[in-house]
């Protein structure tokens, strides 16, 4: 299953793909979300529109599924070397017509 | 120098990293564009987002550019084994308020 801190938000990481793409498609079928956001950060970010793009077009294209809004920002945290770093994220909005 | 087909758009590719974001900077301060359109394809996609990131936030704060929208799709093409392959897409707009 797709790592989810809050209900309707599937966060990308390194699990295999398909784990993302179903938690995605279960939370608009099975629980019946009208809202689910995909959350990335770095180089999750590509994937993360990978499993946007797959969930919409290939498996819910018949459930009205579409991109409400798509957000960008950075964070900043510290890395092992204790040196402040800057990562780029990436909210996708999938949304029930 | 940052990939160009058209005015306006910055492609992210392999180039350093530098070289896309003052593409982008420089199509705002010194050609005077009022929109650049960053894009990019699969793993550059993260990438793309970073550049937008760094551009307008550390070297356009000042020039009041913002996103005005992004956009996400798939292309279907061949590879090297003839098989059709999806690659996803972005685009990433910034615009002069």
Redesign the interface.
Known sequence: MAERTEENIVFIGGKPFMNYVTGVVMQFTTKGAKEVTIKAR?????RA??V???AT?RFLKEQGIE?KD?????EEFENKEGKKV?V?T?D?ILVKK
């Not at 770095?42 to 590509?46: E, L, M, Q, S, T």
């Not at 798509?70 to 950075?74: G, H, P, Q, R, V």
């Open positions: 770095g180089k999750f970010i590509a529109v990978d946007a793009e797959v077009k991109v798509i957000k960008i920002n950075s800057n780029s990436i996708i």
